[in-house]
DNA sequence: GCCGTTTTCGGCCCGACTGTTTTCAGTCG
């Protein structure tokens, strides 16, 4: 996959031009490309090999000739043109927080500075506050943004940024009179990762919500205060941005607020052709507020049906709203049970049955336990015996345990020529056989996908685990070809797992976009170590509903007997 | 550089905050 590599540059690319002080509408184009090329789950030397790389949005004919020569010699000549004329440390500055392009190509005409050191070191000795519109403040905050910068490179997962939001919402509240708040921008998307914390409310005493949100005890730094907003550092090195609107102005704020950016961009310009305006304060036509305190008004004004945040990226649902096809998109309540999870019989922390009544207490009419198999040592994989013995001590449970069925189950690892960690004649007594790859996994792509097509035509085999592999920040996902896997799983009535862990997210929402076009059927799985963990249902439905799933895609919203009807692949040959 | 229910040219979202300035440029979201 050069995805990455074609996005990395015309990302690139845009920041030369914005250097260059070039047409911003470019620099957006090229931006916005990069965008959509690193979020689509197709491969995109397939889309080029098959002519189709206009068919990506914002990608015309100009850019995929650009695509086609990056993809051949790694480059294009206009990149490397401007990458001659501009140094690279300049490339560098112009990220901090506090240097923009006009900053950055002042410093580095004025003072010859090409890195990041040499701008610290500038700041420093006190150089950059001679320089036209800028003094001691200015100087001040550029070094401090390279130290923000420097901490706050990478974004932090969803898993982390929520529950601090949640916190902080209620820290807030007990402030003083909060009438409405909320989180806005990514979190309430729910994209996998978050660059910072974006918290939206309206209250009686803006002033007195601002002062006591700055005074917070893990507040680390105030970078603003003003009376409509505030932003802060937190002790976990995020920046927490305070935004407080009057009532009648909180939908349109928080519509606003939410974004994403193209998604709002894209509905500022159907309201502009309908005469209305919209901003954070409301839709107005001339000077008439004509909506604005919810955002099903807002979204009603311009002619649309609400639109869940999870869908904002611009990416159809605004089309969809328009046509009123939107998903009726999967809920958490939607989901019956939990079919993944590990016990102290492997690598887990809690015994079958606190993973059951943990369960149930949420609500669930069914899990799965679903340990490892022998080959993977490190968790303490279970033998044939083992398994044997688990199946037993299962039976004994469910006898006695009321309001919930545990499945038998297994997490089954795809051995390295495509064969199953466990004897035909044991799987067969399990309910559910969840195959996953741990191993081999610099495999090239050919046997990456001949092992995991193999698990997939296993008549014993209902889900795949975790499919790409990826791990947030830490590991890229295996070059499988998910859209040849997904094919293959309908045909042979296999489901494809959307793994809830924080991290791993795996398939990701264009995954799910991608089973939604083919038709695969997805288990949403917590992959469970602990009882604690099951809650991440969350974040796995949240991911399922960015990528578009219904609760009829999904298995487990099914109930027990039309569950059991799937696993035992009634119907298929 | 993209794009089209104002279509092949001329648009492309818009306001707050800061720090510098004496009316506004730069950055950010």
Request: charge should be negative; hydrophobic fraction near 40%.
């Amino acid at each position: 996959m050069k995805n990455q590599i074609v996005s990395e540059r015309f990302k690139e690319m845009a920041t030369m031009l914005e250097l260059k002080g070039e047409n911003p509408f470019k620099v957006r184009a090229y931006n916005k490309a990069a965008q959509n090329i690193e979020s689509i789950s197709e491969d995109i030397e397939k889309v080029a090999a098959e002519d189709r790389l206009t068919s990506i949005p914002g990608v015309g004919k100009d850019l995929a000739e650009k695509i086609k020569s990056i993809l051949e010699t790694g480059t294009f000549k206009e990149y490397d043109e401007l990458k001659a004329q501009i140094p690279e440390g300049l490339l560098k500055i112009v990220n901090i927080p506090g240097v923009g392009p006009k900053r950055a190509a002042l410093i580095h005409k004025e003072l010859g500075i090409t890195s990041e050191e040499e701008l610290k070191e500038a700041a420093q000795k006190g150089l950059l506050r001679n320089l036209p519109r800028m003094g001691a403040k200015t100087e001040a905050n550029i070094l401090r943004g390279i130290e923000i910068w420097q901490q706050a490179r990478a974004r932090k997962p969803l898993g982390i940024t929520l529950p601090i939001a949640k916190e902080i919402i209620n820290n807030i509240k007990s402030i003083g009179k909060v009438h409405t708040i909320d989180v806005a921008g990514s979190i309430r998307r729910r994209k996998e990762t978050n660059k910072d914390i974006d918290i939206l409310a309206s209250a009686e005493d803006p002033e007195n919500i601002m002062k006591g949100f700055t005074k917070m005890p893990m507040v680390k730094e105030v970078l603003l205060c003003g009376s409509t907003r505030s932003s802060i550092i937190i002790e976990q090195d995020l920046q927490v941005d305070l935004r407080i609107v009057p009532d009648e102005s909180f939908g349109a704020a928080l519509q606003y607020f939410t974004g994403s950016k193209n998604h709002n961009i894209h509905l500022r310009t159907i309201a502009e052709k309908m005469g209305l305006k919209v901003n954070e304060y409301g839709v107005f036509r001339g000077n008439n507020r004509i909506a604005g305190k919810t955002e099903e008004e807002v979204y009603n004004s311009i002619g649309l049906p609400f639109i869940a945040p999870e869908l904002r990226e611009d990416k159809g649902e605004i089309e969809a709203a328009q046509s009123n096809s939107l998903p009726e998109l999967i809920e958490q309540k939607d989901i019956k049970g939990d079919l993944h999870m590990h016990t102290k019989w492997s690598d887990g922390a809690n015994t079958i049955m606190e993973m059951a009544e943990t369960a149930r207490k949420l609500g669930y009419s069914y899990i799965a336990i679903t340990d490892h198999s022998q080959s993977l040592t490190v968790a303490n994989g279970l033998t044939p015996e083992r398994l044997l013995e688990q199946i037993k001590e299962i039976d004994k449970i469910n006898e006695i345990i009321e309001g919930i069925t545990i499945l038998k189950g297994m997490e089954v690892d795809i051995l390295s020529d495509g064969s199953l960690d466990m004897p035909d004649e044991v799987l067969q007594k399990l309910d559910v056989v969840i195959a996953a790859i741990h191993s081999g996994l610099k495999q090239p792509e050919e046997q990456l996908n001949a092992r995991i097509l193999s698990a997939i035509r296993h008549p014993l085999v209902n889900i795949i685990a975790h499919p790409t592999g990826r791990i947030i920040g830490e590991r890229d996902r295996y070059p499988v070809d998910l859209r040849a896997i997904m094919q293959e799983a309908k045909l042979r009535g296999v489901a494809i797992e959307l793994n809830s862990f924080p991290n791993r997210l795996d398939i990701n929402d264009e995954g799910c976009r991608l089973a939604r076009e083919i038709g695969v059927k997805v288990a949403i799985n917590t992959d469970s170590h602990l009882k604690d963990q099951l809650i991440n249902m969350e974040f796995g439905v949240a991911t399922a509903r960015r990528g578009w799933l219904r609760a009829g895609d999904v298995i487990n919203t099914m109930p027990l007997k039309e569950l059991k009807k799937f696993l035992y692949k009634e119907g298929i040959q």
